[in-house]
């Protein structure tokens, strides 16, 4: 299976190389200093779950300082540049109830079972990058943003990965990747899986294509290899229909298909068979775009004898490319969801330009829960969660770019399903980014 992957992506990729339709991005290559970028992201993050039914609740507050430097592209046929990302953080206040992925923490307990959090930490690497015609390779320190092995972002810092990356844009519209990782570092993680406390990867081998068919319809598939964990497959169908008056429906259509190895974490199987554990999930949403307001519906499916179970098997936690996923991603065994969104964007009222709001509402339900002995107790489980989120840009002035994100999840499920999810849960997210160019 191995070898006719790799065959079938160096195939791919050669036919890329030889069938340049357009000019060559390493041919424009200005310089190795020339075309350098620098900046970091100052961040001011809390992260605060308030749990029910007993259950602790969580908090965390957090300052960091996340920092990106990368040399252009020497000049020549081959092109060669650095790079190095990191972020360095302190912790505010005490967070003596951390648990939430936020903040970095010391393993051993307290006498009430909390962990104390670091009070600063610092993290990050390196890239080495080389670049032919369009055709790009990087080694090093990355944050990823593929649908089948993505970085979690949704915290203080981002999750990063270690490995080799190509992308190739040889052919017009078409976009082609493939890479190797083999270290993942957490974001609340000070080192990367060589530590028990890692998230278990050994060897992640990932390949896809993106192809822009035209201005409205897009198609992508991209697969995963995560060795002693699972093997992962999705695809996506984008089509943007215009209408009058600057007016547009969107469809989506997204699935993922993933095939458990016997060694792998699931925390919902209705199945004792470790060595045929799969599931199936897609998702179908439509959106409707007029003026400043954007309505969207989805329905959402999973099906299989186990759970999406996505972010404890190597293969990044935020690795969820469908449209039903907030603090909860609705992804039970077996469960069935549908939404409905509604976003406003303020600045096309001519009231406060870089003003958003969105609101969302999302029910899953006939989902097939187990208890702790992974013995299935119910088929009949229900989970809800209403979603609210609205954020400010500055658009001009010596502050321009920087951005307040408020976002608050109201989530609750029933009885059976809460031993082994997120169970009840109301939390806020607030994020202060401010972000500094230095060249």
């Known amino acids: 299976m191995q070898n006719t992957k790799k065959l079938a992506l160096a195939v791919l990729v050669q036919t890329a190389l030889i069938s340049t339709a357009f000019a060559s991005e390493q ?140 992308t190739s844009h040889e052919i017009k519209n078409l976009e082609i990747v493939a890479g190797k990782f083999t270290k993942n570092q957490m974001s609340d993680q000070i080192k990367t899986d060589a530590d028990v406390n890692g998230n278990g990867l050994d060897r992640a081998i990932v390949w896809g294509a993106k192809y822009k068919f035209d201005d409205n319809l897009n198609a992508s598939y991209y697969g995963l290899d995560s060795k002693n964990a699972l093997e992962r497959h999705y695809v996506n169908v984008n089509f943007k229909q215009p209408l009058a008056n600057d007016s547009s429906l969107t469809y989506d259509l997204s699935a993922y298909h993933t095939k458990f190895d016997e060694a792998a974490n699931t925390y919902s199987q209705t199945t004792d068979n470790l060595s045929d554990r799969k599931n199936d999930i897609w998702a179908l949403s439509t959106a409707y775009n007029t003026g400043a307001h954007n309505i969207m519906v989805a329905y959402q499916q999973n099906s299989g004898n186990v759970g999406y179970d996505y972010g404890q098997n190597a293969d990044g936690f935020q690795s969820i490319y469908l449209p039903n996923s907030y603090l909860s ?78 976002r608050h999840s109201y989530y609750r499920a029933s009885d059976d399903y809460q031993k082994n999810y997120i169970g009840d849960t109301n939390e806020w997210r607030i994020w202060l980014d401010i972000p500094v160019k230095f060249f």
Do not use: C
Not at 128 to 139: G, M, Q
């Open 27 to 166: 041919s424009e290559s200005k310089g190795f200093v020339e075309d350098a970028e620098g900046s970091v992201l100052f961040r001011t993050g809390y992260l605060t779950r308030d749990k029910k039914n007993g259950k602790a609740d969580t908090s965390s507050a957090a300052q960091t300082a996340m920092v990106k430097i990368e040399s252009g592209y020497t000049q020549g046929t081959v092109g060669f540049g650095v790079g190095i990302i990191g972020d360095t953080s302190f912790k505010l206040g005490k967070n003596g109830h951390t648990d939430n992925q936020m903040i970095p923490t010391h393993p051993q307990n307290n006498a009430d079972g909390t962990k104390d959090a670091y009070d600063y930490w610092t993290r990050g690497g390196g890239i080495v990058k080389a670049r032919i015609s369009n055709t790009e390779v990087r080694y090093g320190t990355q944050v990823l943003d593929l649908p089948v092995l993505a970085s979690n972002t949704g915290r203080m810092v981002p999750e990063y990965f270690t490995g080799t990356l190509l």
């Open 329 to 406: 991603d609705f992804i039970g065994n077996d469960e069935k969801s549908a939404q409905i969104q509604y976003s406003l964007d303020f600045g096309k009222l001519g009231i406060l330009p870089g003003l958003n709001w969105t609101s969302a509402f999302v029910y899953g339900w006939d989902i097939k829960a187990t208890d702790n002995a992974g013995t299935m107790i119910s088929d009949d489980e229900q989970e809800r969660e209403f979603f609210n989120q609205v954020k400010y840009t500055v658009q001009s002035g010596f502050a321009k770019d920087a951005s307040l994100r408020l």
